[in-house]
């Protein structure tokens, strides 16, 4: 079988996954293809239903679609469906479409770590990978961005959880960072204090800078 395979976001075109992926099917003994693919929600749609046609075989998915993944999918795993966000997009044998979130998972393990278990989490931004911080950190989380909407909305999906909103910028003594927005993708630094209070970052936007 030959896997025809893709990164879905906007912008993509800095995404190493290509070469990741690729890697990784080759040492897995397995063929195909992994592209990037730049979307606007209209054209994310529509790639959606070539995925459902069985034209793809699966998707990635990053900035700033992770949410809309999650609404799109018939079923989602437990930690996708309680982050509401998906990066993985996959068609099942009975022609349904799960969405998986990797991203859940990563944090859960990154959270356990000895220099960062049981300090204070401070999330910058309030899209998909965001949330999928919250949902793992479970307690003590700081939610610090722009969109007071979104803001709002993840705090009311995790209401059973302390999630204390922020103005964006306000550092956290003793807190693990996590940057879940584009700062640092064009060399731009995150607002004074922030690393500087911190007790570790997890960086997720990257660049050739």
């Known amino acids: 079988m030959t896997f ?3 990164v879905l976001g906007n912008p993509v075109a800095h995404s190493l996954s290509p070469i990741m992926q690729e890697t990784a099917m080759a040492a897995a003994g397995l063929s195909g293809s992994y592209v990037r693919l730049q979307c606007d929600t209209t054209e994310f749609a529509s790639l959606i239903l070539e995925l459902r046609a069985r034209k793809w075989d699966g998707f990635n998915v990053t900035m700033p679609h992770k ?5 799109m999918c018939d079923r989602s795993t ?11 997009l996959q068609m099942a044998d009975d022609d349904s479409l799960i969405g998986h979130s990797s991203d859940v998972v990563s ?3 990154l959270f356990q770590e000895a220099d960062f278990r049981g300090r204070p989490v401070l999330v910058l931004g309030s899209g998909g990978a965001a949330a999928a911080a919250i949902a793992a950190a479970n307690d003590g989380v700081y939610l ?11 705090r009311k999906r995790f209401g059973n959880l302390s999630v204390v909103a922020l103005p ?4 956290v003594a003793g807190a693990v960072v996590v940057n879940a ?6 060399g731009e630094t995150l607002p004074d204090g ?9 960086d997720l936007p990257y660049g050739p800078e």
């Open 67 to 71: 949410t809309l993944a999650f609404e």
């Open 144 to 154: 610090s961005a722009r969109n007071k909407t979104s803001i709002s909305a993840l």
């Open 168 to 171: 964006f910028g306000v550092p």
């Open 107 to 109: 944090f859960s393990a």
């Open 194 to 202: 922030v690393l500087e209070n911190a007790a570790g970052l997890i």
């Open 181 to 186: 927005t584009p700062l640092g993708m064009h």
């Open 78 to 88: 437990e930690m996708a469906s309680r982050a509401g966000s998906v990066n993985t």
């Open 4 to 6: 025809r395979l893709a």
